[in-house]
């Protein structure tokens, strides 16, 4: 309902009541008609503009004009709402338009701050592995003089001499074998022949189950653990070789990487702990055998024994001398304390590469294994072949002697694990593996 007011017939903009008639006025009108005749113009009675009442609404609605009631009219009126809506859709468009290109922007700037973030985060890491690299060596006191007897001073860019010429094996060095080898067989003779009771039951070893995974020793982008070995004197520390070129020392205990050791130049096949110093050796196809300080974080030697990749690398029971194996058919005998190389044989009569190679646990014997399928056994003091094992029909990958000393392992890539009898130089046992398994490392 909307007021009208009483005199003029239409919707008033200032609407008011007079008291005295109770009716509606447009304000502005009744003002005039009380200033000429100061009477109510309904019923005459006297009425000032102090007794107007104001009435307050809300935008009153105007009814439709009366030339508003025909038919163009009306359709003139619908035209002018169309426009209005018209008007109203565009103006909502342009704002549209505005807000998406607004979004893109903001996700185009998101975008690139991901990628910035990402970058950073990259070379964050990065940073780490050369901090986590640097470390170690930040701590070193100055190298002391290295007497007359190790000659492995510093050569250019702080790289270690590489020493290739051949020592020889002097009286000194073989007596020093043989001493070794008669306490380590005389301690395996007291030991007697029973099973030790320490020694894990078959059907426990079935029960064994994984307790621990650890991602991030090496670089994710050239992914590869190749070699792997424990330290001896503390088993939570553990040392791997990978294809990332780098030589790694974790302890699992702590979670944590002791030492990163670059200087490889292609990836680690074969990695060895010293059993009572904090020293580690790796082998590569580069060529080079290194030994490395733990404690240092650094290189302290660089046997150059080969003049093709080193496949296999094994520690002699003394602690001192390091026997490796070749491409180059040659199998090399060095000396971990000068670097120097102090025999270097070959097969010339088999002229095949060498694919491994084994200390016998009494260190006067070793085995090599060949790309031809072969295992040859070789006695250290006369540098000598003293037994051929054949029977693979695929390279030999790796050997193993038992604890005991009368047993031999060997896998290949025919998928078979073949036992031997040291004492009466043949094969006891062949385990032939399913599915084209290759074996590829072997421990007793």
């Not at 009483?6 to 009541?17: D, G, M, Q, T, W």
């Not at 009306?74 to 290109?101: C, G, N, P």
């Not at 690398?313 to 000068?338: K, M, N, P, R, V």
Request: hydrophobic fraction near 35%; aromatic fraction near 6%.
């Amino acid at each position: 309902m909307s007021l009208v007011c009483a005199i003029s017939n239409e919707v008033p903009e200032h609407p008011c009541v007079s008291p005295v008639s109770n009716q509606v006025f447009e304000r502005r009108l009744i003002e005039k008609y009380i200033a000429e005749n100061g009477t109510d113009p309904m019923n005459g009675q006297p009425l000032s503009e102090e007794q107007l009442v104001d009435i307050k609404v809300s935008h009153p609605i105007r009814p439709k004009a009366p030339s508003a009631t025909s038919i163009p009219a009306i359709l003139k009126s619908l035209q002018d709402e169309w426009d209005a809506v018209m008007l109203h859709s565009f103006t909502l468009r342009q704002q549209l338009q505005t807000t998406r290109q607004e979004l893109s922007h903001a996700l185009y700037q998101h975008d690139a701050a991901c990628r910035v973030i990402a970058r950073l985060t990259k070379e964050v890491t990065a940073a780490r592995e050369a901090l986590a690299t640097l470390k170690p060596q930040a701590g070193l006191v100055a190298p002391q003089a290295v007497p007359a007897s190790q000659p492995a001073a510093a050569g250019a860019g702080g790289e270690p001499m590489e020493i290739s010429e051949q020592v020889g094996m002097t009286p000194e060095i073989i007596q020093k074998l043989q001493d070794k080898a008669t306490i380590l067989t005389t301690e395996r003779k007291k030991r007697g022949k029973t099973v030790p009771e320490e020694l894990v039951r078959a059907e426990d070893l079935s029960k064994y189950r994984q307790v621990a995974s650890h991602a991030g020793l090496h670089s994710a982008s050239v992914p590869g653990i190749l070699a792997l070995d424990l330290c001896p004197s503390d088993t939570n520390k553990v040392l791997t070789g990978g294809a990332d070129k780098n030589v790694v020392v974790f302890d699992k205990n702590e979670e944590q990487i002791v030492a990163t050791l670059k200087g490889h130049t292609k990836k680690v096949t074969s990695v060895i702990y010293h059993p009572s110093q904090s020293v580690v050796f790796s082998a590569s196809p580069d060529t080079t055998i290194r030994v490395w300080s733990v404690t240092g974080g650094n290189c302290v030697q660089v046997v150059r024994a080969h003049e093709a990749g080193v496949t296999g690398l094994s520690l002699h029971a003394t602690g001192d001398y390091l026997l490796s194996s070749s491409e180059d058919q040659y199998w090399a005998f060095s000396d971990i304390q000068t670097g120097r190389v102090l025999t270097k044989v070959t097969d010339e009569s088999a002229g095949c590469a060498l694919t491994c190679a084994q200390f016998h646990p009494d260190g006067l014997i070793f085995g090599t294994g060949t790309a031809d399928s072969q295992i040859k056994i070789w006695d250290l003091k006369e540098r000598t072949n003293v037994a051929n094992f054949p029977g693979h029909s695929g390279p030999v990958t790796s050997i193993a002697f038992s604890e005991n000393g009368y047993y031999l392992a060997t896998g290949a890539q025919d998928s078979s694990l073949k036992l031997w009898d040291l004492r009466k130089l043949k094969n006891f046992k062949t385990i032939t593996l399913d599915n084209n398994y290759e074996v590829k490392s072997l421990v007793f």
